[in-house]
């Protein structure tokens, strides 16, 4: 049983740091890729960064700069460092996983968490 466990959010202010965790379970996901979305209320689920197997990344304009994506293979674990945190970045963060190369919308991911919520106050 494939499981993806995020943590890490919680109520912030803006320009704060946040970084979340994305624990996975149940197989070794040293040959997928991992991404973030979020979704804020009202709003789709949307893309925010990917991390594939061998460390190459890829994020939505909105977080460049601010945002960093990472993983620790061994671990099977991911992270994302959020910096420089906006009122706009509020919204659930969901992990998810796919096998193979990068990918930026939601119907390429096989796997997801149950998502972490972050709150940002202006």
């Known amino acids: 049983q494939v499981q993806l466990v995020e943590s890490g959010g919680g109520l912030v202010q803006a320009g704060d740091s946040l970084r979340l965790s994305c624990a996975a379970s149940g197989r070794t996901f040293s040959s997928y890729s991992m991404g973030w979305f979020r979704q804020a209320p009202g709003k789709e689920r949307e893309f925010v960064a990917a991390i594939s197997w061998s460390g190459s990344t890829y994020y939505v304009d909105s977080v460049k700069g601010r945002f960093t994506i990472s993983r620790d293979v061994a671990k099977n674990t991911m992270y994302l460092q959020m910096n420089r945190l906006k009122p706009e970045d509020t919204a659930v963060y969901y992990c998810?996983?796919?096998?193979?190369?990068?990918?930026?919308?939601?119907?390429?991911?096989?796997?997801w968490g149950q998502g972490t919520q972050v709150t940002v106050s202006s």
């Open positions: 998810a996983a796919k096998y193979g190369g990068l990918g930026s919308t939601r119907n390429e991911y096989d796997y």
